[in-house]
Nanobody, 118 residues
């Protein structure tokens, strides 16, 4: 089992920045990637970014490229999502997830709300 706890959400004006954190604990040795997803009201949960735990390869969905940065601190078992130039359309509940080599995300955090006002 892997436990994930997100923090760092909140209310910010458009153009502002927030940093989300996701602390992982438990049996993390089998984790291949860590990812951030988001779910806006009335929409399906969507992948925002991922990072591989060992090689630090990264992926970003097009809408956040150049504005969001995913990073990790292996010593702290923590993944971060630095969000800059935030837009109202970034408003969503953001979830951290731990993925296996198969690509399946088997463990999820409880989510943290990000609200961007115009």
């Amino acid at each position: 089992q892997v436990q994930l706890v997100e923090s760092g959400g909140g209310l910010v004006q458009a153009g502002g920045s927030l940093r989300l954190s996701c602390a992982a604990s438990g049996r993390t040795s089998g984790t291949y990637t860590m990812a951030w997803f988001r779910q806006a009201p009335g929409k399906e949960r969507a992948l925002v970014a991922w990072i591989t735990w060992r090689a630090s390869s990264t992926y970003y969905t097009d809408s956040v490229k150049g504005r969001f940065t995913i990073s990790k601190d292996n010593a702290k078992n923590t993944v971060y999502l630095q969000m800059s130039s935030l837009k109202p359309e970034d408003t969503a509940v953001y979830y951290c997830a731990a993925g296996a080599l198969s690509g399946a995300y088997n463990y999820w955090g409880q989510g943290t709300q990000v609200t961007v006002s115009s």
